[in-house]
C-alpha cells in the first residue's frame, strides 16, 4: 500500500529531486572551488602592491598603508577616530531617512491625502524609483565635471534639492495629481546621487586596506538608522502626529543630513588647496 503512495509521486517529482541533488552538488563545487582560488592582497602572496606594479600612484599615496592589519586595527586606527567618516555616517542615516520615508509611505500618503487611485500611485512610485537612475549618473557627473571631485558639496547641493521638492510635494494641496506626480519624480532623481556618493566618499577617506571596513561602517548606519527610523519613527509620528508631523521629521533629517555633509565639503575644498 506504501509503495503505491510513493511511487506514483516519485514519477510525479523525480525531475525536481534530479535538479535538486544536481544544483545542489554544483553550488558545493563551486563554492569550494572559490574558496580554493580566492587570494589576499598582492603582497600576501609575494607580489608587489599594484600602484607599484603599475607605476601609478594616488596622490595620498603612504607606504604605511600598505601595512597589513588585522580587522580590529582597522577599524581602531582608521575608521573610530575618522571624524569625517562619522560626519558621512551620520548624513547617511537621514539620507535613508528621507529616501525611506518617501518611499515606503508614498503610496498610503496619496492614497489618504492626495486622493490618488491605486493604479496612479503605482505609476507615481514607478517613475520615483525610476527617476533615480539618471539622477545618480548626473549626480556622478556633476561631482567629477563641476565640483571637481568635491563629493561633499555635491552631496549639499542635491540635499538642499531634495529637502525643497519635499517641501513643496508636502505643501501642495489635494486636486493638483501633476504638481505630486513631479515632484515624486524629482525626490527620485536627486535623492539616490547622494546615496551613491556617500558610499564612494567612504572609500575615499580611509587608506585602501580600511576601505571596505569604511564603506560597510557608513552602511551599517543607513541600512540599521535611516530605513529602521523611516518606518519605525516616520509611521509613529504620522500615528500620533499626523502626516504633517511625518513630513516635518523627514525634512528636518534632510536639513541634518545637509549640515553634517557641510565639514566634508570644507575639508575637501581646503585638501585640493594644500595639493594646488
Not at 500611485?121 to 557627473?141: D, K, M, N, R, V
Not at 523611516?230 to 536639513?255: E, N, P, R
Request: net charge neutral; charged share 15%.
Amino acid at each position: 500500500m506504501a509503495d503505491n503512495r510513493v511511487d506514483p509521486l516519485y514519477r510525479r517529482l523525480r525531475w525536481q529531486i534530479f535538479f535538486g541533488i544536481f544544483f545542489g552538488y554544483a553550488a558545493n563545487y563551486l563554492v569550494r572551488k572559490n574558496f580554493a582560488l580566492m587570494r589576499d592582497t598582492p603582497q600576501s602572496c609575494g607580489l608587489p602592491p599594484i600602484e607599484a606594479w603599475k607605476n601609478d600612484y594616488p596622490p595620498d599615496y603612504s607606504e604605511n598603508h600598505e601595512q597589513e592589519l588585522t580587522a580590529k586595527q582597522i577599524f581602531m586606527q582608521y575608521v573610530l577616530p575618522n571624524k569625517l567618516l562619522w560626519y558621512i555616517a551620520l548624513a547617511n542615516v537621514f539620507v535613508y531617512l528621507l529616501r525611506y520615508g518617501i518611499l515606503d509611505w508614498s503610496s498610503t500618503y496619496l492614497k489618504e491625502v492626495k486622493h490618488f487611485t491605486l493604479d496612479k500611485s503605482s505609476w507615481t512610485y514607478f517613475l520615483y524609483e525610476y527617476a533615480g537612475i539618471p539622477g545618480t549618473q548626473l549626480c556622478g557627473w556633476m561631482s567629477d565635471k563641476v565640483f571637481r571631485g568635491n563629493h561633499g558639496a555635491t552631496g549639499v547641493f542635491f540635499m538642499t534639492l531634495v529637502t525643497i521638492a519635499t517641501l513643496v510635494y508636502w505643501l501642495n494641496p489635494p486636486g493638483n495629481p501633476g504638481v505630486d506626480m513631479i515632484c515624486m519624480i524629482v525626490i527620485g532623481f536627486l535623492i539616490y546621487g547622494p546615496v551613491m556618493l556617500i558610499g564612494l566618499h567612504a572609500l575615499e577617506l580611509a587608506p585602501k586596506k580600511a576601505a571596505g571596513t569604511a564603506a560597510g561602517f557608513t552602511g551599517l548606519f543607513d541600512y540599521l538608522g535611516g530605513s529602521v527610523a523611516a518606518s519605525a519613527i516616520v509611521g509613529y509620528t504620522v500615528d500620533f502626529f499626523g502626516w504633517d508631523g511625518g513630513f516635518l521629521v523627514m525634512i528636518v533629517g534632510s536639513v541634518l543630513a545637509v549640515v553634517l555633509l557641510l565639514p566634508t565639503m570644507v575639508s575637501e575644498h581646503r585638501h585640493k588647496q594644500q595639493q594646488a
